[in-house]
T-cell receptor, first 112, second 115 residues
Framework: GESVGLHLPTLSVQEGDNSIINCAYS??????FIWYKQESGKGPQFIIDIRSNMDKRQGQRVTVLLNKTVKHLSLQIAATQPGDSAVYFC???????????FGTGTRLQVFP | EPEVTQTPSHQVTQMGQEVILRCVPI?????FYWYRQILGQKVEFLVS????????KSEIFDDQFSVERPDGSNFTLKIRSTKLEDSAMYFCASNPKRGTTGELFFGEGSRLTVL
């Protein structure tokens, strides 16, 4: 079956450090991957996406890396700030479907 | 900045009662979705809707669930006879176009508590 999961349920980092959040997926048919941020009491918020024909994509302070060989996705946040504290979900989608399959989430805690 | 709005923010209901959750997607969006998140768990897809019909649904979306776009702005999720396990946060989302982007715009959710 298909599944998307996360290696670490909680990640604590010091303000200013870089954060790396990991995600594993098992559906080889997935061709599109997204990272969402969810703050307490709010809906998921899009951060960055990547297609399966790419292995790296950069945004503002964030980078997503895709390793299709081992079916692994990561989100790197540079110079982590207190406002980055949230739960981060990876999600995948196959080319022939409209639904997103979310991972279980990693809580990022940023301390001063 | 345009946003997806959902009402109510929280609804408490008795088991067996009907519930309607309402959403106003972003005005120029064409694709609409409902997802749910049981407390402490991951976000799960329920249904997608385009051109006034369901385009895809999950196994969770059984006969107790229905969706409707009664007018040009609202998108509703109805649960006919709620069960305890329907307690969750329900998120509406919209997208201007399918397939090329996963940048779904999510609302802030409606928390449903079934007693």
């Amino acid at each position: 079956g298909e599944s998307v999961g996360l290696h670490l349920p909680t990640l604590s980092v010091q303000e200013g450090d870089n954060s790396i959040i990991n995600c594993a997926y098992s559906n080889s048919a997935s061709d599109y991957f997204i990272w969402y941020k969810q703050e307490s009491g709010k809906g998921p918020q899009f951060i960055i996406d990547i297609r399966s024909n790419m292995d790296k994509r950069q945004g503002q302070r964030v980078t997503v890396l895709l390793n299709k060989t081992v079916k692994h996705l990561s989100l790197q946040i540079a110079a982590t700030q207190p406002g980055d504290s949230a739960v981060y979900f990876c999600a995948e989608r196959s080319y022939n479907t409209d639904k997103l399959i979310f991972g279980t989430g990693t809580r990022l805690q940023v301390f001063p | 900045e345009p946003e997806v709005t959902q009402t109510p923010s929280h609804q408490v209901t008795q088991m067996g009662q009907e519930v309607i959750l309402r959403c106003v997607p972003i005005s120029n969006h064409l694709y609409f979705y409902w997802y749910r998140q049981i407390l402490g768990q991951k976000v799960e897809f329920l249904v997608s809707f385009y051109n006034n019909e369901i385009s895809e649904k999950s196994e969770i979306f059984d006969d107790q669930f229905s969706v409707e776009r009664p007018d040009g702005s609202n998108f509703t999720l109805k649960i006919r006879s709620t069960k305890l396990e329907d307690s969750a946060m329900y998120f509406c989302a919209s997208n201007p176009k399918r397939g090329t982007t996963g940048e779904l715009f999510f609302g802030e959710g409606s928390r449903l508590t079934v007693l």
